[in-house]
């Protein structure tokens, strides 16, 4: 099965507690995922997915929550190293707003 990747970012920093949490989370969800952290943003995960799991982790990430963190799908990739460099040198990213 081919793999896709989701870009999520949160309302606050994400720490490496939060990220095992989510992949649990995510996990009980749709499946087998790997969360990646992206180091030169502390507020973005890559999560690795297949390509049915992406559209439903997409749908639905206005609910994920880690405690009053709120997390949010922001971009869908098949290339990992897209995402990260967007996901770290973008402004706009970076700046996101999490819906509420």
Do not use: C, F, Q
Request: proline share 3%; glycine share 6%; charged share 30%.
């Amino acid at each position: 099965m081919s793999k896709r990747y989701v870009l999520l970012v949160s309302t606050d920093e994400l720490s490496e507690e939060d990220r095992k949490d989510l992949s649990s989370i995510l996990e009980d969800r749709y499946g087998k995922v790997s969360v990646i952290t992206v180091r030169r943003n502390p507020r973005a995960l890559i999560v690795k997915t297949t390509n049915s799991a992406a559209p439903l982790l997409r749908k639905t990430s206005g609910e994920l929550r880690l405690g009053e963190k709120r997390l949010a799908a922001v971009l869908t990739s098949g290339s990992i190293g897209k995402l990260k460099s967007i996901a770290a040198g973008s402004e706009t990213i970076r700046d996101v707003k999490v819906p509420k």
